[in-house]
């Protein structure tokens, strides 16, 4: 069975400062794929990344960070001077390969305040 | 127009009452879904429907009743309901049928209040 879970419900942080919104899993796949997912106030979840479960490299986009890290199992997102249209709800999931249903984690929510 | 648009964003219903949300992608996708958002609970996914068969049904009551008519338009129908039924229901399209290959791309979601 797989599991994704964002053990911080809320996180308020102050606009320019960095934060980081944890996500660990569990699964039994050898193979999977790993996403995040932001949920602005208007509802639609908007998604932001993928990663496959051999592809362990760090990515960066723009403010936007992700750290894989295959160990201990986590795929961390840190945000960057933070903004307050970073403010949402943002989803961790996990789908195995050849899977057809996500599993997503519980979220948590970002208010980013200027 | 947007990728995936939901209708109605807001509905509120009797438990007796039978009504409808509708979907519809304009991305030329090949596989749909239905998600279940309550308050405090993880996404749940409801209905998988690709290339307009029905390929996953996750449990889900008979009060809730899906139809695919084609690939671009989804309908879950509504009878019945429960007050826990309360929730964001969202909509989903993928390129692909095989869903890991890619990306959802979601609707706004209808919020559905049961008196």
């Known amino acids: 069975a797989q599991k994704v879970t964002q053990a911080q419900t809320e996180i308020s942080v102050v606009e320019k400062e960095d934060v980081t919104l944890d996500c660990v899993y569990e699964t039994r796949d050898t193979t999977y794929y790993l996403f995040w997912y932001k949920q602005p106030p208007s509802g639609e979840l908007v998604f932001l990344i993928r990663?496959?479960?051999?592809?362990?490299q760090n990515e960066i986009s723009g403010r936007y960070s992700w750290n894989f890290q295959k160990s201990t199992s986590s795929f961390n997102f840190t945000i960057t001077a933070s903004q307050v249209v970073d403010s949402a709800v943002y989803f961790c999931?996990?789908?195995?390969?050849?899977?057809?249903?996500?599993?997503f984690g519980p979220g948590t929510r970002l208010s980013v305040l200027p | 127009e947007t990728g995936v648009t939901q209708t109605p964003r807001h509905l509120v219903m009797g438990m007796t009452n039978k009504k409808s949300l509708k979907c519809e992608q304009h991305?030329?996708?090949?596989?749909m879904y239905w998600y279940k958002q309550s308050a405090k609970k993880p996404l749940e996914l409801m209905f998988v429907?690709?290339?307009?068969?029905?390929?996953e049904n996750n449990s889900v009551p008979s009060r809730f009743s899906p139809e695919c008519p084609n690939s671009s338009h989804l309908f879950l129908h509504l009878h019945t309901l429960q007050p826990e039924d309360s929730a964001l229901y969202l909509c989903?399209?993928?390129?692909?049928?095989?869903?890991?290959?890619?990306?959802?791309?979601f609707g706004e979601g209808s919020r559905l209040t049961v008196l």
């Open positions: 429907y690709s290339l307009e068969e029905r390929v």
């Open positions: 990663r496959n479960s051999f592809d362990e």
């Open positions: 999931a996990l789908i195995p390969a050849y899977g057809q249903n996500f599993v």
């Open positions: 989903a399209s993928s390129q692909d049928e095989r869903v890991y290959t890619g990306e959802l791309f």
């Open positions: 991305l030329g996708h090949n596989a």
